[in-house]
T-cell receptor, first 114, second 111 residues
Framework: DTEVTQTPKHLVMGMTNKKSLKCEQHMGHRAMYWYKQKAKKPPELMFVYSYEKLSINESVPSRFSPECPNSSLLNLHLHALQPEDSALYLC?????????????FGPGTRLLVL | TQLLEQSPQFLSIQEGENLTVYCNSSSVFSSLQWYRQEPGEGPVLLVTVVTGGEVKKLKRLTFQFGDARKDSSLHITAAQPGDTGLYLCAGEENAGNMLTFGGGTRLMVKP
């Protein structure tokens, strides 16, 4: 099983809303990632969690707040987003985050901010 | 940050033609992964290459990692409409726990 699941698949929210994106994997992976992808562009790294601890934050605005409640779950809390934050948000995982390991992506959440 | 240049950016070909996508960097990568992505979906892993000079085949797809581990190529033989999609290469920074993505190649195969 090499599956990373993400919910919801689609999300529409207003600029004053608070919402959360969820990511789950049951492969025993200890490195998990959030990416943002705009149309026709490659994914851009936002956050990296290693053994449930935030290890990399790529200068992401504070209106995005990640959380890793356990080794299988990764959340991205959204608050006061802007229309330019509309994008495909991808979650990914790797076994230990070590060299040569394959990274597996979820199907993504397509977010529209109105 | 290591830069990964991918070419061509766009490619439109007829069914049955062959094509090659290139991924180049001035820096050394410890490994490189190729993904295919369809609109609105997440990238799906095609292959991971880790050894300089390595060649891997996946049906009509042939992947090569350069001897110096600075470049890689993806060759598709007898392309089919089902090959249409965005192809992404992603290199791993040494012990950096993160991938650097190329700009992507958008392939369209016409029947």
């Amino acid at each position: 099983d090499t599956e990373v699941t993400q919910t919801p698949k689609h999300l529409v929210m207003g600029m004053t809303n608070k919402k959360s994106l969820k990511c789950e994997q049951h492969m025993g992976h200890r490195a998990m990632y959030w990416y943002k992808q705009k149309a026709k562009k490659p994914p851009e790294l936002m956050f990296v969690y290693s053994y449930e601890k935030l290890s990399i934050n790529e200068s992401v605005p504070s209106r995005f707040s990640p959380e890793c409640p356990n080794s299988s779950l990764l959340n991205l809390h959204l608050h006061a987003l802007q229309p330019e934050d509309s994008a495909l948000y991808l979650c990914a995982s790797r076994p230990r985050g070590l060299e040569g390991e394959t990274q597996y992506f979820g199907p993504g959440t397509r977010l529209l901010v109105l | 940050t290591q830069l990964l240049e991918q070419s061509p950016q766009f490619l439109s070909i007829q069914e049955g033609e062959n094509l090659t996508v290139y991924c180049n960097s001035s820096s050394v990568f410890s490994s490189l992964q190729w993904y295919r992505q369809e609109p609105g979906e997440g990238p799906v892993l095609l292959v991971t290459v880790v050894t300089g000079g390595e060649v891997k085949k996946l049906k009509r797809l042939t992947f090569q990692f350069g001897d110096a581990r600075k470049d890689s190529s993806l060759h598709i033989t007898a392309a089919q409409p089902g090959d249409t999609g965005l192809y992404l290469c992603a290199g791993e920074e040494n012990a950096g726990n993160m991938l650097t993505f190329g700009g992507g190649t958008r392939l369209m195969v016409k029947p």
